[in-house]
């Protein structure tokens, strides 16, 4: 993957955050722009586990102006499409069109 023409929204993926977040310590920062007007979410704790374990992810540390919204998901599974694994009535991914 050439990181240099990455532009835009993409995902990375489940496996590769993995496999990046579990060599060392690594810190999570989301950028959100709407309407012209910017905020960011700060988490200076963030690592997923791997598929055996339901890709969990441990967030922590949060700094920002965009609100700590993944507090509530940190020890969690990941719940996509095809799995869910949250333990809601409500199929969050299939409701909302989307993971995580």
């Known amino acids: 993957m050439d990181l240099d023409t990455l532009r835009g929204d993409f995902w990375l993926g489940k496996r590769y955050i993995h496999r990046i977040t579990s060599s060392k310590s690594y810190e999570l920062r989301v950028e959100l ?3 012209r007007k910017s905020c960011y979410a700060r988490h200076g704790r963030f690592s997923m586990s791997d598929e055996e374990n339901g890709f969990r992810r441990n967030v922590g540390g949060y700094s920002g102006t ?6 509530y998901s ?19 991914a299939a409701h909302y ?3 995580w």
């Open 97 to 99: 069109y989307g993971a």
């Open 66 to 71: 965009a609100g700590d919204d993944l507090a």
């Open 33 to 35: 722009v709407y309407q």
């Open 74 to 92: 940190s020890g969690r599974k990941f719940t996509t499409l095809d799995r869910d694994n949250d333990s809601c009535h409500l199929y969050y």
